[in-house]
């Protein structure tokens, strides 16, 4: 998946320290973990052996990736390691998790670094002890047919996906070919390289015989299990060879990722507009102007009115029923947004969604509504080719001219606009050097209940060149926004005004 | 070796033994526990600590909490969440009525002192299911479910009742809990729930099953079913998640297809069968043209996966 990530320098076995375990106790730098434990805690250093020194390292470590492990939830982990049994490894890896990683992204944080850490407080034990494996140098060099035979069972237990048979031919794999080749010293390297001989690929292979397991292409994620099995046993010989703990390195981006695609990323959307719903719908402006329309609650106004025995001196009105949101959205589709343009089209489709009273607008020179395109289809590429192909925009000059974009979108829906009503914008602001016509915009903003700007570009770049989102920003709120953490932001932003407003 | 000094509650007096037990306490009242379900139960029955349950839709987060109060005998109390849900409907309520009719009855001959006394008595308070639950003389489970729907202020309310068990009333008084409650909340993760919340509760992601654990499940409601028909119906049902639809089938939807193969008498699940019977599984008219698409097709398919 990421054979890039893992050449990293730091898996070149560090050169200078000499071999053997007993040579490690004098190396503090080697020996990471003992090392931190005894800086940080250094009152009570008696007690720092065993298992609590071992959680509350694991806790540092969480929160060095950067999960939220509060003292609270470290006292919590030593409370449920004193009700379950440490002899299952699945338990206690639970029993961990249900106290320290408290959402699917940190529970995945939580896996890789769980892993990695008892995995390296295993081997810097045993390179401490002298423990060594006396089987793999045993192993004898394999002929052809046995090495096809292996690859068949490779192949077949990626299929099946079994974790044990994995684990136990990925060793076997490494010593058959530590036979062959030369180990070019970089795991990362030696992993590819086996991977490649074994002839493991996630594509299919036609030309292989009928019945190869390979030949309909491996699943992925076994794949890059075995990479990652692979991966371990070449370290954990790296570390007996050396008697030597590499540095540990912060999980990269790629590591903590979910699994996702751009199906997955298109639900994402899918799913913060569905909050996004929930806010405009609870805590937008559309009350405005209903205060006249209040209805008095009789039950709790008589209710109240006990307090001052039995005469209705304080009304009580019945909640007001938030109704429901009307939302416009103008989605700029033009060249200098390309890159964004993939993911506002799949918020536009999000909104489609989840909105009922909802029209949309692209715009490039000038305006089009594309409602109707999002309302008869739903297949998402099927409507951004629909999109791109008829829309319609009088895309003569391919540049952006946004004072004639509202002066056509007042025209357009001038009408229908009401305090209810909440206008997004999705653009760049680069206006080409026309005239932005802010004043027209102020005529939509001050219509409208809510405006909003959504921009693609780094803040950095707001406001040069010909970027001109200061001048609309005096009447909009305006937010930098191209991934979906940037969208989920906004939704939660949306709520700030309107609880200063309230109190 | 010194373990920090722990502030746990002792174990509730019904606590289980061990991991094990739950699990099987849990298969026999008709709920097949996963591994981390198992013990996070069990957890939350030893520690009294509430546990936050996140998942997709329809993956049993509701039916553990049921299950749990069926097998430890207690009565299960419910609060379902939605938008604009108030401390009136959670918390208590006085009875209006009552207090009204309290008053008429009394008000010639008394005093407002004792009649004021006296209409703010615990008889004339409507408990919701938060009072409910901590005023139980049994102990009992209390599910606040889909705690996502309700706004931040809902859930800074509930930190108090999660973290000490305890209502104050104005008019009463404090209302200390006298049995420990397991809680359970469960959220669809549509908002991030706060990070102080979180803090309070044992965390578990439910996910769908693997393919052998939702046999299971079926198996177990369906016992007519045969074996070969159910295997097919879970694998069927994993490929229709693996596709993109606004809602995939849930573990509930796949028991009632289940059942429904079985009214129809069916031996085997073929292209005909899966079409006339998607609409069990597959409940919007986009996602049926998907479904209909990719795996009505593969199904015609001569079955070269065995």
Known sequence: ?503 | MSVPPSSAPAPLADAPASVADVAAGLRSVGYLPGESTALVSFLATRLGKPVLVEGPAGVGKTELAKALASYLGRELVRLQCYEGLDEAKALYEWNYRKQLLRIQAEASDTGWDAVQEDIFGEEFLLARPLMTAIASEQPVVLLIDEIDKTDQEFEAMLLEVLSDFQISIPELGRVESRTHPIVLLTSNNSRELTEALKRRCLYLWLDYPALEHELEIVRLHTPELSETVARRLVEVIGMVRALDLKKPPSIAESIDWARALLLLGVKEIDTDTFMETMSVIVKHRTDMDVVADRVGLKLSAPADVA
């Open chain 1, 1 to 503: 998946m990421s054979p890039d990530r893992r050449d990293g320098p730091e898996s070149v076995s560090a050169p200078s320290i000499p071999d053997g375990p007993e040579s490690v106790p004098s190396k503090p730098e080697g020996l990471q973990a003992p090392n931190t434990r005894l800086d940080r805690a250094p009152t009570s250093g008696a007690d720092l052996d065993g298992l609590p020194a071992r959680i509350l390292e694991l806790g540092e470590e969480l929160r060095r990736e950067g999960v939220k492990v509060g003292t609270s939830e470290m006292l919590d982990a030593f409370e449920v390691l004193g009700e379950i049994s440490w002899t299952s490894q699945d338990d206690f890896r639970e029993a961990l998790a249900a106290t320290l990683a408290k959402s699917q992204e940190d529970r995945r944080v939580f896996e890789l670094v769980f892993d990695r850490f008892f995995f390296r407080a295993v081997e810097i034990a045993a390179a401490r002890e002298g423990v060594r494996e006396e089987d793999r140098a045993s192993l004898e060099e394999l002929s052809d047919e046995q090495l096809e035979d292996l690859r068949a069972q490779i192949a077949a237990a990626l299929r099946d996906g079994s974790e044990g048979a994995m684990r136990d031919l990925a060793r076997m794999a490494i010593a058959a070919f530590a036979h062959r080749q030369e180990g070019s010293g970089v795991i990362g390297v030696d992993v590819q390289r086996i991977r490649r001989a074994l002839g493991l690929r996630a594509e299919p292979q036609p030309e292989l015989p009928q019945g190869d397991p390979r030949r309909d292409g491996l699943p992925r994620d076994a794949l890059r299990r075995f990479e990652a099995l692979l991966r371990r046993e070449l370290e954990r010989a790296q570390i007996e060879r050396t008697g030597n703990l590499p540095p540990s390195r912060p999980l990269g981006e790629l590591d903590r990722a979910l699994p996702s695609g751009p199906l997955a990323d298109l639900a994402a959307v899918h799913r913060v507009v569905a909050q996004l719903r929930r806010r405009l719908a609870t805590q937008g402006m559309q009350n405005r102007g209903h205060r006249h329309h209040a209805h008095v609650d009789v039950r709790r106004t008589m209710r109240a009115s006990l307090q001052t025995g039995g005469v209705p001196v304080v009304l009580k009105y019945r909640p007001r029923r938030p109704k429901r949101p009307e939302i416009y959205v103008l989605c700029d589709v033009s060249t200098s947004v390309t890159s964004a343009s993939v993911f506002f089209l799949s918020v536009l489709h999000a909104l489609h969604d989840t909105f009922r009273k909802m029209r949309s607008f692209v715009f490039i020179e000038r305006i089009s509504e594309v409602t109707d395109i999002f309302e008869h289809e739903r297949n998402f590429r099927k409507v951004s080719e629909q999109i791109s192909s008829d829309a319609g925009v009088a895309d003569i000059s391919g540049y952006t001219d946004y004072g004639r974009v509202w002066s056509e979108f007042l025209v357009q829906v001038e009408d229908d606009l009401h305090p209810r009503a909440t206008v997004i914008v999705l653009g760049d602001a680069r206006t080409n050097g026309r005239d932005p016509r802010a004043d027209i915009f102020a005529q939509i903003a001050a219509r409208a209940g809510r405006t909003f700007w959504l921009n693609p570009e780094p803040r950095l770049y707001w406001n040069y060149g010909d970027s001109v989102i200061a001048a609309y920003e005096e009447f909009c709120t305006a937010f930098e926004c191209w991934t979906t953490a940037q969208l989920e932001d906004f939704v939660r932003a949306l709520t700030r005004p309107v609880i200063a407003a309230a109190g």
